[in-house]
């Protein structure tokens, strides 16, 4: 009972209220270091990205840029190379410059186009986020209901048959891997049917495949995990509470459940969408998508290194990026998170 | 583990991975020379009788070449799997044996590595060590490793608080020691298990890797480079990728099938099953003009659950406005149920059945749904134990109590609002207007009791049905508690049902008692006549056991040997004959309630 003795947290008045309270909280939370803490993650995560991304090239046995060039290459073009590249000087001295250089985004050219890496970051990037994006935001809200809905029918045990039902497709749509489904779709609706494209990027209705692909697997995840949140917030007292006030069914699921089901289902959206932006690279590759995951994979096969590096790096940085803002988010939405301990 | 094959899922998913596991092993025996024997005459070819996937380049039969795959598929995952599974307990393991701050370092290395995508690791590795198989293995070994590593890092943490670890610890044995010979055996199950799912990810990011032409490098071939040839081909021959895209499929599937029903039944071990034969419940008895100035009338209420289940066996009662009941009885007598079934909350797939059950002078099972909603939404207020659990943890305090009049009452919001306001102060929460925009965290738990009273309060409740709202509070706050839910009865005239198991509690704040054992009412009575004229066995050794009622406290506390029956297995005659000093033959029927003296009831032979 000691807070009730506390002072009285000078009242906020009705309206502009709002604001302030949600700027109070934020800052409470900064002052419970949680935020930072995240920062300084992130921060360090970072560093080792970096780190990592420098040693990448130098850890390939051997010269690469002599492996990337081939064995005919002239000695006088290699030295050239190795020169422009700085592969010469000590490490040290090297490692600092790249960093100076990613910063300044500055990420080498291409061995093969000499391209500017920046660029081919730049174009290709929105194209990939894009579409991982949008494959989420799809996921969720096929998944969010359908969790949902199977989680109520199947409370307590009735409908043995759509539980059996939920699971197996579930589980089945789970394991294929998404470059199986588009695959599968390509060659049905594209080869097949010629309703779609079967490559590139040219309209809204490209889009559709390469989503639909992306988006089978996390739907399937997102669904089971928001039955089974569902289903153990249907058992707790408040919700027997509610049903004791007799709300009608559409307030119960919707106002009383639904919040409560969302941090779990967008811990798990968040996760997901990391990993989507990695399967997004197969995905590209299958829908010869003008995106980053192609470029990637044309450039380690042709061993064109810095194109390599410098989008491996920026795909790592995405990842961090969203892991932050999913651990951010999950810190203003749900006030009691143990994650805020770690 | 012998349960495994009885689901569909479970029966799909051993079969699915002992096939592949039989084809990597007889696969390259039988079909080998097939696959690798060049046909000039038959590159390229679509779908034939000869070749039903067709030929690929060199027209080498493509189902073979899928057959034999197998092997290859299968080994490369196992040993990517093994070499995570490897670094990654090494790696959990660490923060248990290194120092403190070293610890502190590897954890924050898992804990951001386990977010990272695994392909992402392996193009890493592939650009290190070049295109094949080993950078791919390397790159999905690093990946698979920080999922293992947090597993071993949080079971053993679990485990670590155990006895026997504590034991090991003082008797100076080594921490390596320790992890190894206490920890890991004990950990070892769910790591195994993760096993399972691991392979199945590993030979799927594994077939990712080759389909995307970085991982294993021809003359080699596993299931996706067969893919990577296929799909160059996709437009002039789809079949072509038929073939090894359904084996990535299925092993896929069988995995994940595989892993999910293990992990469910070692899950599943952990609960005892526990069914018995049914029986049927007698007890009629005469039922009467309904009483209309009860507030609740229940008469031969039953609460029965499949498999013979009967946790609440014929009880009546009643409850006059303005009175306070008293339901005690061990967890497992059936009270709390009873006011489950009261408030019409019964868990599916529970059935009640009553001879009567009316609630301010209505037969709740014949109102219209709508009107029954209404009369309960609004006359009956219920009071949980965890007051926590209750409230909705992600709403405002203000805004739950305030939809009990939007929804039933037609309040407008801001009308609504003002009332739990007003409630809130009711219930003397401090600053009520405040603590209606917070949210439930941020109160104490004798203020969210509180909140929870005042929104039963909300509507003009005729009941309060109150189960044991006080055991999760500390005891001054549950003082207070009790205070204020007499106050409510007496300021609304509304009756309350408290339960509880705590027969002090109920001494001090009820009118009435009403004692439960094993589903049954064995005695009523009133308040007075608790501490020296009870008449059941059971509720004389209740009163017994507590040290601070009328009772003598030279004696040593007489606590009640044996234990109350469960549900499925009450006796026939009186349920509580086993645990009884004055048990008889006689006692093997069944004692009916009957009248001992004024306003007081029992169940037993030997009360007269
Ligand atoms: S009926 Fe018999 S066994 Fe039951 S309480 Fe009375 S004396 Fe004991």
Not at chain 1, 232 to 243: F, I, N, S
Not at chain 2, 167 to 183: D, E, I, P, Q, Y
Not at chain 2, 317 to 327: F, N, S
Request: charged content about 15%.
């Amino acid at each position: 009972m000691a807070e009730s003795l506390r002072p009285s947290a000078a009242g906020p008045s009705a309206e502009g209220g709002r604001a302030g309270r949600a700027l109070g909280r934020a800052l409470g939370r900064v002052r419970s270091g949680f935020v930072l803490r995240r920062a300084v993650r992130f921060v360090v995560s970072l560093g080792v990205l970096l780190v990592a991304s420098f040693a990448m090239m130098h850890l390939i046995p051997g010269d690469p840029v002599r492996a990337s060039l081939g064995p005919a290459a002239p000695a006088e073009l290699v030295t050239a190379r190795r020169a422009a590249l700085g592969l010469d000087e000590p490490i040290l001295s090297q490692l600092l410059s790249y960093v100076s250089n990613v910063f300044r985004g500055d990420f080498g050219t291409s061995f093969l186009s000499g391209e500017p890496v920046r660029e081919i970051i730049a174009s290709r990037l929105p194209n990939t986020l894009g579409l991982a994006l949008l494959a989420t935001v799809v996921a969720l809200l096929v998944a969010v209901p359908l969790g949902m809905w199977a989680a109520i029918r199947t409370e307590n045990g009735r409908n043995r048959g759509t539980e059996v039902t939920f699971t197996s497709a579930t589980g089945a749509a789970i394991a294929v891997p998404e470059f199986l489904y588009s695959i599968a779709l390509v060659t049905v609706f594209a080869i097949g049917l010629r309703w779609f494209p079967p490559a590139g990027k040219a309209g809204p209705v490209s889009y559709v495949l390469p989503i639909l692909s992306l988006a089978i697997s996390p739907t399937a995840m997102i669904a089971r995990i928001c039955r089974v949140e569902t289903l153990r917030e249907l058992g707790m007292d408040y919700v027997r509470l509610a049903r004791a006030k007799r709300l009608p069914a559409a307030r119960l699921y919707f106002r009383h459940v639904l919040p409560n089901t969302l941090t779990a289902t967008l811990t798990v959206g968040g996760m997901l969408l990391a990993a989507l932006i990695a399967g997004s690279v197969l995905v590209e590759y299958v829908f010869a998508w003008p995106g980053l995951g192609l470029r990637v994979v044309e450039s380690i096969t042709q061993k064109d290194y810095p194109v390599a590096q410098g989008v491996i790096l920026v795909y790592g940085a995405i990842v961090l990026v969203v892991n932050l803002l999913v651990d951010l988010l999950l810190g203003v939405l749900d006030p009691t998170s143990k994650l805020k301990e770690t | 583990m012998r349960h495994l094959p009885r689901t569909p899922a479970g029966i799909a998913g051993t079969l699915l991975v002992a096939l592949m596991v039989i084809l990597a092993i007889a696969g390259p025996l039988i079909w080998g020379a097939e696959a690798e024997r060049i046909d000039s005459a038959a590159i390229l070819q679509g779908t034939s009788a000869a070749h039903p996937l067709g030929t690929d380049n060199l027209g080498r039969d493509i189902l073979a070449r899928v057959l034999v795959a197998g092997r290859l598929s299968l080994a490369l995952a196992m040993i990517a799997t093994l070499i995570g599974a490897t670094a990654g307990v090494i790696l959990g393991a660490l923060p248990s044996v290194l120092p403190r701050r070293a610890a502190r370092l590897v954890t924050g290395t898992v804990n951001a590595l386990v977010a990272f995508p695994g392909l992402l690791l392996a193009m890493f590795t592939a650009v290190i060590a070049g295109l094949g198989a080993r950078g791919a293995v390397l790159g999905i070994g690093a990946a698979v490793a920080p999922g293992f590593a947090r597993l071993t890092q949080t079971l053993a943490a679990s485990v670590a608080g155990a006895d026997y670890v504590a034991v090991a610890r003082m008797l100076g044995v080594s921490r390596w020691r320790v992890m190894t010979r206490h920890v890991l055996p004990n950990i070892a199950e769910p790591l195994i298990l993760h096993l399972t799912q691991a392979l199945g990810g590993a030979l799927l990011a594994l077939a990712g890797m080759s389909f995307l032409g970085l991982g294993v490098q021809p003359p080699s071939f596993d299931w996706g480079r067969l893919l990577f040839d296929g799909f160059a081909r996709i437009y002039a021959t789809p079949a072509v990728a038929l073939g090894p895209a359904a084996a990535i499929a299925l092993a896929g599937i069988g995995f994940n099938l595989l892993g999910d029903v293990l992990a469910r039944a070692a899950s599943r071990r952990a609960t005892p099953a526990g069914a018995a034969a049914g029986r049927a419940v007698p007890e009629a008895g005469e039922l009467g003009e309904p009483d209309p100035d009860a507030v609740l009338e229940v008469r031969d209420l039953t609460v029965t659950f499949p498999g013979g289940v009967t946790p609440v066996r014929g009880l009546s009662l009643t409850i006059a406005p303005g009175e306070i009941v008293g339901l005690v009885g061990e967890s497992g007598s059936g009270k709390s149920l009873t006011a489950s079934a009261i408030g019409g909350l019964v868990p599916y797939p529970g059935e009640v059945s009553a001879g009567r059950l009316r609630l301010c002078g209505a037969d709740v099972r014949e109102l219209p749904e709508a009107e029954c909603r209404r009369l309960l939404g609004t006359s009956l207020a219920m009071v949980f134990q965890d007051p926590m659990a209750a409230l909705n943890p992600a709403l405002k305090v203000g805004g739950q109590l305030a939809e009990v009049a939007t929804v039933h009452q037609g309040a407008s919001r801001a009308d609504a609002f003002a009332r739990a306001v007003d409630r809130l102060e009711h219930v003397r929460i401090p600053e009520p207007a405040t603590r209606a925009r917070q949210h439930p965290h941020e109160l104490s738990g004798g203020m969210r009791q509180r909140a929870v009273i005042a929104m039963g309060l909300m509507g003009a409740p005729r009941l309060i049905i109150a189960d044991e709202p006080t055991t999760a509070l500390d005891v001054t706050v549950q003082r207070e508690i009790l205070r204020l839910l007499r106050e409510v009865t007496d300021e609304t005239g509304a009756a309350t049902l408290f339960i509880s198991h705590d027969i002090a509690v109920i001494g001090e704040l009820c009118h009435r008692v009403v004692v439960m054992y094993a589903g049954r009412v064995v005695e009523e009575l009133p308040v007075e006549e608790l501490a020296s004229g009870a008449a059941h066995p059971y509720t004389r050794a209740l009163v017994a056991s507590l040290p601070d009622m009328e009772t003598d406290r030279s004696l040593p506390l007489a606590s009640i040997p044996g234990r109350q029956p469960s549900p499925a297995e009450v006796p026939d005659g009186c349920a509580f004959a086993d645990r009884c000093e004055l048990a008889s033959a006689k006692c093997a029927e069944l004692p009916p309630l009957i009248p001992y003296r004024a306003g007081h009831r029992v169940a037993c032979w030997e009360a007269k």
